[in-house]
């Protein structure tokens, strides 16, 4: 008797030992959950374990299984990946964990209806046993056929409704029972009529297994075919023997749809193999192509920007690609992961180092603008204009700050650069001026007049040239082009009036001369 068993686990268990199917038949195809959402995987899941015949159905709760995790990995990269605020670790582990014990809970289900199986087997194989028992004693009853016939009809009946034994019993308890049949039928022969008759029934429904399994080797569904073939198989051992010189013919017909019907099934799984070999090499070259990746010296966020999208178009590549054979799938899925993991903590590691380094660059440009802010205010315009443009070579030299401020760390440089360079413009001119009046106060040879306009506008141009030094930094081509073209017609003007300089001096000597 079956012990300390749930009824509900026992009642399942009685109905899946029928029938005695080989363990290769349990075989199905991958079903396959790609795409699900964790959300809608743990529904899956929910309502699989509610379902009746969640008990019949393990390769399916395997693949959900496989589907959830891959997709919980694929989560919790994307969401630490760079500038991610998303991540939520508590969030991940709560999802895991509801999971989880729904999974508990079925392995635990799953594994006493196992044990509650095999106690129904050993139920089964000791009802067996004492059928063949009962078998033997008819056998050595010394009557007459007519009245041993229906007893040996009745345990017939019987062994036929006991369900599935231990696999290790099957054979020799079948070939115990069927020795016995045969023997029984041998004492027929006193009463050809009654076992005639038992030979033609046992004929037309072997006739009609050969055409069941006729059918089934013209089936595309070759998993199906060869799950129903083993049935066939069971019921065909139960009957008894049919008449002699049919016994090889029906036997070789119903064997030869046995073999097509192994071939297909076989050769539906080699091609299976070859496949999964296949995506097997696809995945290994995917796995080496990430991890060389994950090996390069990647020194600037372009670089890790752009190797980013690699990877994320190798994953895409990935997902493409169907399961490779059973010892080597998680394998290959664990080297993968490995790959990408490495490229993404030191990708963390990389944009972490970054944003120090950002934040310490925008320190260093606001102690800049302090000191420019504070040297806008100088008149002592040479001394000044040098720390200017010192400030402003150490200025470039500094690397990027933060994205969000640095325009408003621009800006502020520029104002006050622009804010002194102004000053120091409308100074020169003043001071231009100033000399222009100097000189209707008093009476200049043409050639002191000219000498002052030439030094006056080199100062111009000294001042020009200085602040495109400046400028040229996150200036507009046409503004940049209006000043070089400013300068160079002053240089132009400058060049004239050094010419005209030349001839006056020259007019000069000749007439002291």
Same mark, same amino acid.
């Given at each position: 008797?079956?012990?300390?068993?749930?009824?509900?686990?026992?009642?399942?268990?009685?109905?899946?030992?029928?029938?005695?199917?080989?363990?290769?038949?349990?075989?199905?195809?991958?079903?396959?959950?790609?795409?699900?959402?964790?959300?809608?995987?743990?529904?899956?899941?929910?309502?699989?374990?509610?379902?009746?015949?969640?008990?019949?159905?393990?390769?399916?709760?395997?693949?959900?299984?496989?589907?959830?995790?891959?997709?919980?990995?694929?989560?919790?990269?994307?969401?630490?990946?760079?500038?991610?605020?998303?991540?939520?670790?508590?969030?991940?582990?709560?999802?895991?964990?509801?999971?989880?014990?729904?999974?508990?809970?079925?392995?635990?289900?799953?594994?006493?209806?196992?044990?509650?199986?095999?106690?129904?087997?050993?139920?089964?194989?000791?009802?067996?046993?004492?059928?063949?028992?009962?078998?033997?004693?008819?056998?050595?009853?010394?009557?007459?056929?007519?009245?041993?016939?229906?007893?040996?009809?009745?345990?017939?009946?019987?062994?036929?409704?006991?369900?599935?034994?231990?696999?290790?019993?099957?054979?020799?308890?079948?070939?115990?029972?069927?020795?016995?049949?045969?023997?029984?039928?041998?004492?027929?022969?006193?009463?050809?009529?009654?076992?005639?008759?038992?030979?033609?029934?046992?004929?037309?429904?072997?006739?009609?297994?050969?055409?069941?399994? &006729?059918?089934?080797? #013209?089936?595309?569904?070759? /998993?199906?075919?060869?799950? +129903?073939?083993? !049935? =066939?198989?069971?019921? %065909? $051992?139960?009957?008894?023997?049919?008449?002699?010189?049919?016994?090889?013919?029906?036997?070789?017909?119903?064997?030869?749809?046995?073999?097509?019907?192994?071939?297909?099934?076989?050769?539906?799984?080699e091609k299976q193999k070859e496949e999964?070999?296949?995506?097997?090499?696809a995945k290994t070259a995917l796995c080496?192509?990430?991890?060389?990746?994950?090996?390069?010296?990647?020194?600037?966020?372009?670089?890790?920007?752009?190797?980013?999208?690699?990877?994320?178009?190798?994953?895409?590549?990935?997902?493409?690609?169907?399961?490779?054979?059973?010892?080597?799938?998680?394998?290959?899925?664990?080297?993968?992961?490995?790959?990408?993991?490495?490229?993404?903590?030191?990708?963390?590691?990389?944009?972490?180092?970054?944003?120090?380094?950002? &934040?310490?660059?925008? #320190?260093?440009?606001?102690? /800049?603008?302090?000191?420019? +802010?504070?040297? !806008? =205010?100088?008149?002592? %315009? $040479?001394?000044?204009?040098?720390?200017?443009?010192?400030?402003?070579?150490?200025?470039?030299?500094?690397?990027?700050v933060p994205r969000k401020k640095s325009?408003?760390?621009?800006?502020?440089?520029?104002?006050?650069?622009?804010?002194?360079?102004?000053?120091?413009?409308?100074?020169?001119?003043?001071?231009?001026?100033?000399?222009?009046?100097?000189?209707?106060?008093?009476?200049?040879?043409?050639?002191?007049?000219?000498?002052?306009?030439?030094?006056?506008?080199?100062?111009?141009?000294?001042?020009?040239?200085?602040?495109?030094?400046?400028?040229?930094?996150?200036?507009?081509?046409?503004?940049?082009?209006?000043?070089?073209?400013?300068?160079?017609?002053?240089?132009?003007?400058?060049?004239?009036?050094?010419?005209?300089?030349?001839?006056?001096?020259?007019?000069?000597?000749?007439?002291?001369?």
């Open positions: 008797m079956v012990e300390n068993v749930n009824p509900d686990v026992q009642k399942a268990a009685i109905e899946a030992t029928e029938p005695q199917v080989d363990p290769v038949a349990t075989q199905s195809e991958v079903v396959d959950f790609s795409g699900k959402s964790l959300s809608e995987l743990s529904v899956l899941f929910q309502q699989f374990i509610n379902s009746e015949d969640r008990l019949q159905r393990s390769k399916e709760a395997e693949a959900i299984k496989a589907a959830f995790y891959k997709t919980l990995a694929k989560e919790k990269e994307k969401a630490a990946g760079e500038g991610s605020e998303a991540y939520d670790p508590q969030a991940f582990d709560s999802v895991e964990e509801n999971f989880k014990a729904m999974l508990n809970a079925y392995k635990k289900e799953k594994a006493e209806n196992t044990r509650a199986i095999e106690a129904v087997k050993e139920e089964n194989l000791a009802k067996k046993q004492a059928v063949i028992e009962d078998l033997k004693a008819l056998l050595e009853k010394d009557e007459d056929v007519h009245a041993t016939f229906p007893e040996f009809r009745a345990v017939q009946d019987r062994w036929k409704e006991i369900g599935q034994v231990p696999l290790q019993a099957v054979r020799d308890l079948n070939n115990t029972y069927h020795l016995y049949v045969e023997q029984f039928y041998d004492k027929l022969d006193i009463n050809r009529e009654l076992r005639d008759l038992d030979f033609k029934k046992n004929l037309e429904a072997k006739t009609q297994m050969c055409e069941r399994a &006729e059918e089934l080797a #013209q089936s595309d569904n070759v /998993i199906e075919a060869f799950r +129903e073939l083993q !049935k =066939l198989h069971d019921a %065909w $051992k139960e009957l008894g023997p049919v008449a002699k010189q049919y016994r090889e013919q029906i036997w070789e017909r119903f064997k030869a749809s046995t073999a097509i019907i192994n071939k297909n099934y076989q050769a539906h799984f999964q070999n296949s995506n097997l090499a080496e192509q990430v991890e060389a990746i994950a090996e390069q010296e990647i020194e600037d966020s372009k670089a890790w920007n752009s190797l980013s999208k690699e990877i994320e178009a190798i994953q895409a590549e990935w997902r493409k690609i169907g399961f490779a054979t059973k010892k080597d799938n998680q394998k290959i899925y664990d080297r993968f992961r490995a790959a990408c993991d490495k490229f993404y903590e030191r990708k963390r590691v990389f944009y972490s180092d970054f944003k120090k380094d950002m &934040e310490d660059n925008l #320190q260093k440009k606001i102690a /800049i603008c302090e000191e420019a +802010e504070e040297l !806008k =205010l100088s008149k002592e %315009w $040479k001394k000044a204009t040098d720390r200017f443009i010192q400030l402003q070579k150490e200025w470039k030299e500094i690397g990027a325009d408003a760390i621009w800006k502020r440089f520029r104002a006050a650069c622009d804010e002194f360079f102004a000053e120091k413009e409308k100074a020169a001119k003043a001071q231009k001026a100033r000399f222009v009046k100097k000189a209707q106060d008093r009476v200049m040879s043409e050639q002191d007049r000219l000498i002052a306009k030439y030094r006056a506008l080199e100062q111009e141009i000294a001042t020009k040239e200085n602040n495109i030094l400046f400028f040229a930094t996150g200036t507009a081509s046409a503004l940049l082009d209006s000043m070089r073209n400013s300068i160079d017609a002053a240089k132009a003007e400058l060049a004239a009036l050094e010419a005209k300089i030349r001839k006056a001096e020259a007019a000069k000597q000749e007439n002291n001369e």
